[in-house]
């Protein structure tokens, strides 16, 4: 009873927290909310009146259909992948919350700080957060209506920095095709300037980790892990890299850009 109740804790005080938090918009504070919540719809400070959703990690809804990205991200990859894929590290997430200790529980308010100290915690926790995470973001970085070029202060940054949207989208296809594995290939702000990376297995820009890993703040993210391409594209990992500019969300990463 008292694990449950310092759990229960724990994740209302990451709801209220995450609201405005690095992302921005919604994201983490939906990712919290019941199932019957949208991803980008706002649900306000009463998403835990319904107690029995109270403290659990759900799976956030797509903002489109799972076939709204075809024919670039076929229905059946956007099935598998939200329904299975990220359901399982939303489900694994929850049962590794419930083994923690419970001073680390109490001393983590969000995501974003257990990412801070990803040290602290265990190897559960770290993929399944962040797999929860990353996917949560992806997700909105894709559209229907994606595409073309970015717009505002993102694409004169782009520019800034790479010389042109050409070169941006040749090497962020290089770090892609290049991460040996599973993985994400991201577009991240890191003192003041865009940098583009990857990350292995669940990891993101976030995570605090030894080593020389990617840091930033997060602007763009790409999966390519097998399972987001595998079915339409079997291991032409290229193909996919190359639909993926037919449908990411411009709109969005300008958002988390100005952020
Ligand atoms: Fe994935």
Known sequence: MENNTSRRSFLKQTAILSTGTLIGSSLLQDAFANTTQPLLEETGSDIFTNSIEEGTFVLPKLPYSTDALEPHIDKATMEIHHG??????VTNLNKAIGTLDKKLVESSSSLETIFKKMS??????RNNAG???NHTLFWELLSP???GLPKGKLAQAITSSFGSFDEFKKQFADASMKRFGSGWAWLVVKDGQLVIGSTANQDNPLMRLKGKGLKGKPVMALDVW???????NQNRRADYINSFWNVINWEKAEQLFNS
Do not use: L
């Not at 299975?84 to 590290?89: E, V």
């Not at 602290?120 to 926790?125: K, L, V």
């Open 131 to 133: 797999g929860h995470y």
């Open 84 to 89: 299975k894929h990220h359901q399982a590290y």
């Open 145 to 147: 209506n994606g595409g």
């Open 120 to 125: 602290q915690f265990p190897d559960s926790i």
């Open 226 to 232: 097998e399972h987001a391409y595998y079915f339409k």
